[in-house]
Every structure is written in structure tokens, then in C-alpha cells.
């Protein structure tokens, strides 16, 4: 299970409700990837923060403090990436990609949401896609990065993907090696993260951030055009198969009794506190809310005291 401490909420390792997070974690050791796998393999960039707990740390040591200022530039690459026509109202445009090195590629998004796929070792482009986002309500541009999944053990199309989100609130999922999309994901690749939000103006629901991946689950929150007005989008932390798109849960906190899409007429609570920045997490346990234990809650860091103490859930 996961435990997702969202930047939100600066949670860290410290002693929570009398809980003494990190001797408990010490008692589990995390997953180990099937070997080969893009997600261990040293040289590889798998997660936004290269691990899932976002520790931005790479064991090679090839460039050391010795050496580094002999570096020197060996390619650069284009995106092509520009601001709007003046007049729109996004009128700003930041380029703020973490790239993904994941087996022989370097994956990237730019501030359009375009997704693109370079040789790391001679920066030349392999694959490209736009999702042709419509950015015309947005107040800024900026897309911080994309995800990384795969099937253990698969071969053959999708069975490597690249998770993303856009500014127009959609998740994509392509096949890494190709760029293409998956169409047993949603339909076809995509699926629209304004479900059950109900009324969302334009600009009001966006997603800059890349999706965290657990268990095949794509984890995310989004950003909310928030202190304008009464009633904003909710802010609505949602999981969705990797593979079929499928919403796997929901965590509303408005109705945190229910973990599914809210039935028809009804809506994810509004104005609820959102999640726009990346997120860590912990693909083994997580804590649960001031509920029975069960699978897939939300981790303490947000709020409430656990129910049981120092009870970590498969």
C-alpha cells in the first residue's frame, strides 16, 4: 500500500500523534522491481524525484566534486516551446521539466504539455506527441513532468508507458518506446480528470504535475484556481489504473467515507484543500485515517489521528 505525503502538508519523518514514523517504517523494507527493470536500474531516472519518496539521489559516481567543473557541453536540445499569442491570457510560460531517463530514452514535457523523447546520448528526437491541449483559460504554462510505468515481465506495445496530465484536465497514457497511445487506456489513451467534478470553468481545474506511480496506480492531484471565488473545484486526490484508465480510488475529503466516482447528480466536494505539487510516496504502507483499517487510505499526514496505532496496511 501507499503512504502519500503530499508537499501540502509538510509531514516529514518526525513523531506524528505520538507515532514514531520512521522506527516503524524501518521494520518494512520496501519492493524490490523485478532485475532489469527500469525502476532499479542505477543509471535510470524512473520518478520525478528518481524514487518514489522523491529522494533526488543517483548512486553513479562517475561526476564527482573533483571533476565536475571539467564538464562541457555535449548537445542541447530545442523544444520549440514558445508563449501564446498576446492577448491570451496565459501569458506565462515556464519551462520547469524534470526529465525521466528511463532505459534508453530521455522523456520530457514542455510548458504546451507536449510530451517529447530524446536520445540521452546524442539529444536527437525519437518521438514526440501533442496532446493538443487547449490552454486558452490557463493562467500560466508549466507541465513540471511525466510519469513512468511498466508491466513487469511484458514485452510488446504499452508494455512500457509514459503517464500524463495537461492543462486542460486529461491523463494520457503512450507507449514509451513509440509515443503512441495506449488505447485500452480510457478511450483511447485518455481519459478526463473533470469527471465527477461538476461545474469546472475554464482554468479553474488544471494539472501541472506529474502523476506518482504505485502498484500500477496513477496517483494525482490537480491545481485549483483558488481565493477568486466561493465553491472552487474540489481538490479531489485520485488513483487510476495505469493500464485501463479505470478510477481505483478517490480520496474526497468532504466524504471520506466514500472512495468512488460520486454517484449521479452528486459531485466530489468543492472547495476542498488541493494538491498541485508533486507527490512522494511509499509503495509499500500506508496509515489510515481515523477509520477502521482498510486498503489504499490516504496517509495521516493530512489530517485526523490514526484509529490504530503503528498499524501499517498491506
Request: with cysteine; aromatic share 10%; glycine share 10%.
Given at each position: ?107 520530457f514535457c514542455t510548458p504546451h504539455d507536449e510530451v517529447i523523447a530524446v536520445s540521452p546520448e546524442t539529444g536527437k528526437s525519437i518521438w514526440r506527441f501533442n496532446p493538443h491541449a487547449n490552454l486558452r483559460a490557463v493562467p500560466f504554462l508549466a507541465c513540471r513532468g511525466v510519469s513512468y510505468d511498466e508491466t513487469p515481465m511484458a514485452t510488446g506495445f504499452c508494455a512500457h ?154
Open positions: 500500500m501507499t503512504l502519500l505525503l503530499f508537499s501540502l502538508f509538510v509531514a516529514g519523518l518526525q513523531p506524528f500523534h505520538g507515532i514514531d514514523l520512521a522506527a516503524a517504517l524501518e521494520q518494512y523494507p520496501a519492493e524490490d522491481a523485478p532485475v532489469g527493470s527500469a525502476l532499479t536500474a542505477p543509471g535510470d531516472w524512473p520518478n520525478y524525484g528518481r524514487t518514489p519518496g522523491g529522494q533526488r539521489y543517483s548512486p553513479l559516481e562517475q561526476i564527482t566534486p573533483a571533476n565536475v567543473a571539467d564538464l562541457t557541453l555535449a548537445w542541447s536540445f530545442h523544444s520549440g516551446a514558445t508563449g501564446l499569442p498576446q492577448g491570451n491570457k496565459a501569458s506565462e510560460l515556464m519551462f520547469e521539466a524534470t526529465p525521466l531517463k528511463v532505459r534508453d530514452k530521455l522523456v508507458r509514459i503517464i500524463t496530465a495537461t492543462l486542460d484536465a486529461k491523463m494520457y497514457a503512450l507507449d514509451a518506446d513509440t509515443g503512441q497511445r495506449c488505447p485500452a487506456f480510457g478511450q483511447n489513451g485518455e481519459i478526463d480528470l473533470t469527471a465527477g467534478m461538476g461545474l469546472v470553468k475554464p482554468g479553474f481545474y488544471y494539472v501541472t504535475s506529474p502523476p506518482s506511480i504505485v502498484h500500477g496506480k496513477a496517483v494525482i492531484g490537480g491545481w485549483v484556481y483558488d481565493n477568486v471565488e466561493h465553491g472552487e473545484p474540489s481538490g479531489v486526490v485520485r488513483a487510476f489504473d495505469t493500464r485501463s484508465g479505470k478510477l481505483a480510488w478517490a480520496f474526497n475529503m468532504g466524504r471520506t467515507d466514500r472512495m468512488t466516482l460520486p454517484p449521479e447528480g452528486e459531485f466530489y466536494t468543492r472547495g476542498t484543500p488541493n494538491v498541485w505539487a508533486p507527490i512522494s510516496t511509499d509503495p509499500v504502507w500506508v496509515w489510515s485515517i481515523c477509520q477502521p483499517v482498510t486498503k489504499r487510505r490516504i496517509s495521516s499526514a493530512v489530517a485526523g489521528k490514526p484509529c490504530r496505532k503503528n498499524t501499517p496496511v498491506r
